[in-house]
């Protein structure tokens, strides 16, 4: 008998602007068909939040991702949207996030469908 290893639990945070006007599903398909950023995940990998960074500075993935890290948390993706220059606004406050994530122990993944 061979012993089942836990599944890898991974969550998305996402631009709050651009949440106004995308539902996600862009990044749920992608993660469904684990295609794009999501191709490397077996198929026991969970996806256990869709977050919004909570606006500009950020201030939301501080709290979600230690949150998070008590259901077992082990990456979080930033979605397309937030990598993105052309489409989208960008970020200004991308390098601080990702040191929120970084800081917390959490695995970072850049990308969710593009």
Known sequence: MTKKTKPKKIAVVRC???S???????????FNERKSSFEGYDTDTQMIAFFTCGGCSGRRVYRLVNT???????????????LME??????????SIRKTIKDAGIEIVEGTHH
């Open 16 to 18: 709050e602007l651009v």
């Open 20 to 30: 106004e006007t995308c539902p996600g599903v862009g990044c749920f398909k992608a």
């Open 68 to 82: 998070l890290k008590k259901h077992g948390l082990d990456a979080v993706h930033l979605s397309s949207c937030m």
């Open 86 to 95: 052309d489409s989208y606004p960008k970020c200004p406050n991308l390098d």
